[in-house]
Nanobody, 116 residues
């Protein structure tokens, strides 16, 4: 059974930091590109960051320089380190596993709220 389980969300003050984790099971994690998306209330889900199977990273302009995506294939986990958080970063954050060969998978999301 495929599972993507996000954790690490919560309430943080502007300028603070959070580290999100996404633990994967049930598929060949090391062969997948892993992504983070987010969705704020009333808005469409948007791309945040990605890391390919060989470790190449990419970021949305809105988070570049503040967020860092990484992966640990031995632990089957992808991380999103978020620094200098802003109120506009408030959203539900979703993990997304993508393959050009096999099925794609979404996690259930974890809420991040940036507020004083």
């Amino acid at each position: 059974q495929v599972q993507l389980v996000e954790s690490g969300g919560g309430l943080v003050q502007p300028g603070g930091s959070l580290k999100l984790s996404c633990a994967a099971s049930g598929f060949t994690f090391s062969s997948y590109a892993m992504n983070w998306y987010r969705q704020a209330p009333g808005k469409q889900r948007e791309y945040v960051a990605s890391i390919t199977s060989d470790g190449t990273t990419n970021y949305a302009d809105s988070v570049k320089g503040r967020f860092t995506i990484s992966r640990d294939n031995a632990k089957r986990t992808v991380y999103l380190h978020m620094n200098s958080l802003k109120p506009e970063d408030t959203a539900a954050y979703f993990c997304f596993a993508h393959s050009s060969i096999w099925n794609d998978y979404w996690g259930q999301g974890t809420q991040v709220t940036v507020s004083s």
